[in-house]
């Protein structure tokens, strides 16, 4: 019997199915239901999945195909490597972290992750404050909540992630194109859309 690969959680009546190339040589994804949740998964012969630069790519893609399924969908996801080895296991996971998966679907609805990294030129002297404080004014606005990410670079005025609202995708993109020319000196690095890992605190077990 095969095991199941967890991408994420939905609600029940947000269920998905379809085909795609996906983690650890699977061809599809489909619901295990419980009450009003729903894990998408995948068929698995591994309980410890690698964790290749292809397989970590197919994860986030197969999560960006169930935000995008028929319109769109909220997910809660899931880490690289969440295997059980039956539903039954499964079902007893979404059954005990249901109260934090219902307040996080909800705290999530409808939104998307995006991502920002502003860095200067090696030799560029930069008044970082203000330049952060200009992005923060214009992007904030539109975003429901951000949350700053490590600047592992010296070069990184600033590395950020926000929730956006998928009604406001375009007026975001657009924003950011807008900082962009406004400070040509820096380069801006901005990512997504993905599920939104950077707003999500539910740490479970597999098993």
């Known amino acids: 019997m095969s095991n199941r690969y967890v991408y994420g959680v939905v609600d029940a009546g947000d269920a998905v199915e379809f085909e795609t190339d996906a983690v650890a040589g699977a061809e599809a994804v489909y619901s295990i239901r419980h009450r ?8 698995v012969e ?3 999945p690698e964790r290749t630069d292809e397989d970590a790519t ?5 999560l960006r195909e169930i935000m995008a399924y028929d319109g769109g969908r909220t997910v809660v996801p899931m880490r690289f490597g969440m295997v059980f080895e039956s539903d039954r296991a499964l079902k007893n996971v979404l059954r005990g972290a249901r109260p934090a998966f219902r307040r996080t679907m909800r705290e999530i609805d409808g939104t998307v992750e995006l991502g920002l990294k502003v860095v200067r030129d090696e030799d560029d002297d930069v008044d970082e404050a203000t330049i952060r404080e200009a992005v ?11 949350t700053e990410n490590g600047l592992f670079s010296d070069r990184l005025v600033m590395n950020q992630s926000y929730l956006v609202p998928r009604d406001d995708r375009e007026r975001f993109d657009e924003t950011v194109a807008g900082l962009e020319s406004a400070h040509e000196e820096l380069t ?13 605190d539910i740490h479970v077990g597999a098993q």
């Open 36 to 43: 009003r949740l729903a894990a998408v998964v995948s068929n």
């Open 136 to 146: 923060a004014n214009e992007l904030e606005a539109i975003a429901e909540a951000s």
């Open 58 to 62: 197919r994860h986030d893609e197969v």
């Open 46 to 48: 591994t309980t410890e």
């Open 188 to 200: 801006f690095r901005y990512t997504g859309p993905f599920a939104p890992y950077s707003f999500v």
